[in-house]
């Protein structure tokens, strides 16, 4: 896929910050975002728990697509698809089609899954807990950094919630592009 296993493990760590950072730097922002939409607490609520309640039937059917067509095919749809839903909330048509982003984002955001099922694959059985320790570690930096960022960006008046899926969407193009380059379907 990508060469070494020091580079992929390199490449690894990088997918799981950044899949994780262009999240975080709106997701914290999105229940507000959606209240500006004149919605109540319980459909805001309804509208937060449509992603994960995707993620919770979709993953099994990631991993069955994972086993028929390799973890690098299906990561490279996952990052295109992901950049494609977060796009399309930057553009802020209806809270209809803000549902339907966060649908799709749950269908196809399962970058975290396949960077681990190819650290499971390629690693040595002796390195194989401190490879995945490392990945929940740029995991969890990311979901430090971005919500601080973000946030703060946000205060000074830099940027807008919608600024903030766009640049979301292009970290992920940016991180199809990379992993694209590196492994054609």
Avoid at 107 to 119: D, N, S
Wanted: glycine fraction near 8%; charge should be positive.
């Amino acid at each position: 896929m990508f060469g070494s296993e020091k580079h992929i493990m390199i490449v690894g760590y990088f997918l799981a910050f950044s899949d994780l950072f262009a999240v975080s730097l709106f997701l914290p922002l999105m229940m507000k975002y959606i209240h500006s939409w004149g919605t109540s607490a319980t459909t805001a609520g309804f509208i937060m728990s449509i992603y994960g309640f995707t993620q919770f039937f979709s993953a099994p059917l990631m991993g069955r697509l994972t086993n028929s067509y390799g973890c690098e095919n299906i990561l490279t749809v996952c990052l295109l698809l992901s950049a494609l839903s977060y796009i399309l909330l930057s553009l802020e048509i209806s809270l209809q089609f803000l549902i339907f982003t966060r649908f799709i984002a749950g269908l196809f955001k399962h970058v975290q899954l396949q960077i681990q099922t190819i650290t499971i694959i390629t690693q040595e059985k002796n390195y194989l807990a401190q490879a995945i320790g490392r990945l929940n570690l740029m995991g969890n930096l990311a979901f430090i950094l971005g919500p601080a960022i973000s946030s703060t960006l946000m205060r000074i008046g830099f940027v807008k919630f919608k600024n903030l899926a766009e640049i979301s969407g292009i970290i992920f193009l940016l991180n199809f592009g990379n992993i694209f380059k590196h492994h054609k379907m």
